[in-house]
């Protein structure tokens, strides 16, 4: 809660800025209205702060700037508090949007609610988006064609806007009881020209294209929509689970066989949760492509991952990346 003194500065700096008049009780002088500009951002009472250490105590009046400007001119005090011009660039939405697109961010089918880009790849001279399918292709309710859009619908997505890619052709995971491989799926973004994703994975960069077979023990890390870049460690290379795809008003369980675990490394928090399907796992030194992540246990234990190899072989692609 702001003291008097700091609420009548506060008062004088909105009416500077947006009222039709000020007094010079409130600015210790006589002037006319601030003027109105795309570069004022904001005004709010808080510490001085000098090269970038808070000097407690003292407060201020802050005006917030897009940037420092020659020209820009404004009263030395409101009330009696002195005035501290910030420069803070524009301020915007927090909805996870990148232009252009690098991997491991937020992406997926408009009715879905969130999901993660996992890698480019590279077939007959066109790029795509690999990541689940039920990430891309809404657990195989979505048609060949449909739209992909960055960020996801949970992140403030929407169309036309935000489209990045066109569904192709997808396995569809088989709910039967028989057994499954892969949940994985790829969006065509445009031929090997486009700049509308990059093949970069934040915090993990460029990858090289040849993919490496898990191995238990192996060290892996990931980067995803949720939780961000962590590490973990391959525990298992042939874990077979029925995966639980309900979303509370129906049940849909679909088996698979042969599958990686990757458990969480020392105390370094989750691996993965909710929203990072679709990350691409890697090597954590080499970062040679390892394995599709798709699921885990609710208790953030486990995460259950599709050998990269075989995604990469059902739809004949290479990882964009950087041949050792």
Not at 5 to 14: D, E, G, T
Not at 53 to 62: A, Q
Request: include cysteine.
């Amino acid at each position: 809660m702001l003291t008097p003194r700091q609420l009548k500065a506060k008062q004088a700096v909105s009416a500077y800025f947006r009222g039709p008049s000020v007094s010079a009780a409130a600015v210790g002088r006589s002037i006319e209205p601030g003027p109105i500009s795309e570069d004022i951002i904001g005004w709010g009472i808080g510490a001085k702060i000098v090269d970038g250490t808070v000097l407690s105590g003292e407060s201020t009046v802050r005006v917030y700037v897009r940037e420092l400007l020659p020209n820009q001119r404004f009263p030395h005090q409101f009330g009696d508090l002195p005035t501290d011009v910030v420069a803070v660039g524009q301020i915007v939405a927090y909805q996870d949007l990148h232009r252009p697109t690098p991997c491991g961010v937020s992406a997926g089918h408009p009715d879905v609610t969130a999901g993660t880009l996992g890698c480019l790849v590279e077939r007959d001279g066109n790029h795509y988006i690999l990541s689940n399918n039920h990430v891309l292709a809404n657990s195989n309710a979505a048609r060949e064609g449909d739209p992909v859009i960055q960020p996801c619908s949970a992140d403030g997505g929407t169309l036309p806007d935000d489209r990045i890619a066109t569904l192709e052709p997808y396995q569809e995971i088989d709910f039967t009881g028989r057994s499954n491989d892969i949940d994985a799926a790829i969006a065509l973004v445009g031929d090997c020209n486009q700049d509308v994703v990059s093949p970069e994975i934040i915090d993990i960069g460029r990858l090289n294209s040849t993919p490496r077979t898990a191995m238990e023990g192996q060290t892996v890390r990931k980067y995803g929509r949720t939780t961000g870049h962590t590490t973990g460690v391959v525990s298992d290379i042939s874990g077979d689970f029925w995966v639980n795809y309900g979303d509370g008003t129906q049940n849909l369980r679909a088996w698979f066989e042969n599958q990686i675990v990757v458990k969480n490394k020392g105390s370094s928090g989750f691996f993965s949760q909710g929203g990072d399907s679709g990350s691409l796992i890697v090597d954590a030194e080499t970062r040679d492509p390892v394995a599709l992540l798709f699921a885990g246990s609710e208790d953030g234990e486990i995460t259950i991952a599709n050998p990269i190899k075989l995604v990469l072989q059902h739809y004949g692609v290479t990882v964009v990346g950087q041949e050792e």
